[in-house]
Structure formats: C-alpha cells, structure tokens
C-alpha cells in the first residue's frame, strides 16, 4: 500500500494560465474524490468519481474546471484560465469499494499559487 | 444541509495534558458516519479516529477517543498524554452514508499546539 500521491506538491502560475494535477489512488480503492482547502479552513467537496465515473460535481466547480478518471485509476483535475481566487490546496483522497470502509485516504495535496 | 460547526479556532496544552476539542453538527439524517482527521503542519491529511452514529459506545484509538453525544449532535475529541507530535490542525467532518456521493462536510479545524 504505497498511499495516494499527487503531482505536482506545488505549482506557481499566472493568472489566465492552464494548469493540471495529478492524482494517483490507493491501487484497490475504486472511489476517489477531489476538495479544496484554502488557507484556515476545511476542505470544501469538488467531485467524486466511482470508478471512471463522475457521479457528483459540487457547485464550486465552475465551468473552467474539469476532472476526468480515465479507466478508474488516476485521476486529473484541469483548471482553465486560472484566476487569483483559485489559489488553494487541492486535496485528492480515495476509498476501498462498497463494503470495504468509509474512510477517504488523503495524499499531500498540491498547492496552487496564482498570481 | 449538513454542518458541522468547530467553536475552537485554536487551544495549546502543555504536554502529557489532556485536551479536549469540541465539534457540533447538524443533520436530519440518523444514519451518519463521524470523523476526526489530523493534518500536521505541511503534511497530509490523516485519519485520528471514526465513530458510526448506530453505536452507542465511543470510539477509542490509544490516546484518543471520543464522546459521542447523538441526541446533543455533538462528537468531542479527547487526547490523552498529550505529546509534540500532536501539534496540527484537527478537523471534525460528517458523512451521510445513504448519500451517493458519501462526501465529506468539514469543520473550519482547531488548531492544537502542544508546548513542551
């Protein structure tokens, strides 16, 4: 069990800028989840995904964002046109399958700077 | 809607203290999962301890457990023999597992500084 890992840690970008992260579950773990979590405060839900499905996408998530879980392994998470707002930790945690526990499994987040 | 409401932005014990961190929810909900995660300083997001809403007895795990009042909506972390290394943020966090999506909703967090 080598954890859930995220790629990059850290990304420093200018505003109207693409960027991509990264997101690589627990191997056995079919259900995954993305947050946000600004600065003193808790994580906020931005999707869910059920193997390679999105079954759940949060109102947070504006059109300029956009995940994809391509065969229900790794997940990315793309924002478009990045803005100063979005400046946060995104926080990638994954589950074992119905039955198996309902403990999300966190990685270390990638840290998004705009400026 | 679920919340879930942390009214301690901050404590600091002594260590070997004890310390108690205070969290209330509200749900409508009967059927609820409860959690307690950790997330040191500049590290990941840790699970402490969990409690399902159907059992009655606290969860414990080694020095930490919890007081589970379900009619009270309110689930306490206790941390006995505090030490160092429990220094972080502490988020209490809901999850309605009859919701597809078995998202979680989160506390602002407590931030525990443990002094020497």
């Known amino acids: 069990d080598t954890g859930v890992s995220q790629d990059p840690r850290h990304k420093i970008t200018k505003r109207g800028q693409n960027v991509t992260f990264r997101c690589d579950p627990i191997s056995e773990h079919n259900r995954l989840y993305w947050y946000r979590q600004t600065l003193g405060q808790g994580p906020e839900f931005l999707t869910y995904f059920q193997n390679e499905a999105q079954l759940e996408k949060s109102r947070l998530l504006s059109d300029r964002f956009s995940a994809e879980r391509p065969k229900g392994s790794f997940s990315t998470l793309e924002i478009q046109r990045t803005e100063q707002g979005d400046s946060a930790m995104y926080l990638c945690?994954?589950?074992?399958?119905?039955?198996?526990?309902?403990?999300?499994?966190f990685g270390p987040g990638t840290r998004l700077t705009v400026t | 809607a679920q919340t879930v409401t942390q009214s301690q932005p901050e404590m600091s014990v002594q260590e070997a203290e004890t310390v108690t961190l205070s969290c209330t929810y509200d749900t409508s909900e009967s059927n609820y999962y409860l959690f307690w995660y950790k997330q040191p300083p500049s590290r990941q997001m840790i699970l402490v301890i969990r409690q399902e809403a159907y059992k009655q007895q606290n969860a414990t795990e080694n020095r930490f457990s919890v007081n589970f009042q379900k009619a009270a909506k309110s689930f306490s972390l206790k941390i006995s023999d505090s030490q160092l290394g429990d220094t972080a943020m502490y988020f209490c966090?809901?999850?309605?597992?009859?919701?597809?999506?078995?998202?979680?909703?989160w506390g602002a967090g407590t931030k525990l500084i443990i002094k020497p």
């Open positions: 945690a994954s589950s074992p399958p119905m039955g198996g526990g309902y403990e999300q499994y």
């Open positions: 966090a809901f999850m309605n597992y009859m919701d597809s999506n078995y998202q979680l909703i």
